[in-house]
Structure formats: C-alpha cells, structure tokens
C-alpha cells in the first residue's frame, strides 16, 4: 500500500515537471494568421489580444464615505423559512 502511494508521488512529481514552458510559441510559415473580425481592416495583434478592457478591470473607487446614511428597504431582504 505504501509502495502504491510512493509510486504516485513519483508518477505526479514527473508529470509536473514535464510540463514547463520550453519556448515562446510561434506560428508556422504555412499557417493562416487570425481572422480578422467583421468591420476591422487588420486582425489584432497580441499586445491587443492580452490587454483586459476597462469592463474586464475596472478601476478601483477609493472615494471615502463622508456621511453616514439610511438603507433604502430592500423588498428581497426576507428572513429565512
């Protein structure tokens, strides 16, 4: 049983290890490029395919709360059944 477990370890710590990166990745001589989307002239390049948009990260609010207020009543605030 103990043997079992060791062999796994082994087997996971090799499996681990075989799958770093080796190289950046390129595209082969013959293969197509990226399509280019409907209405666009040219397909995005990278920089434009890995920069996050303003909805995919929006920017943080550090506005302070000056005044303390009243909740509006909530109608879905139910106790529980």
Known sequence: ???????????????????GQRGDLVRKPAEPGPAVATGENSAANFAELTTAGTQARPQRSDEVLLRSEERRSD???????
């Open 1 to 19: 049983m103990k043997a079992r477990w060791h062999f796994a370890a082994l087997m996971g710590a090799a499996a681990l290890s075989a799958c």
């Open 75 to 81: 109608q879905f605030d139910l106790p529980p059944e």
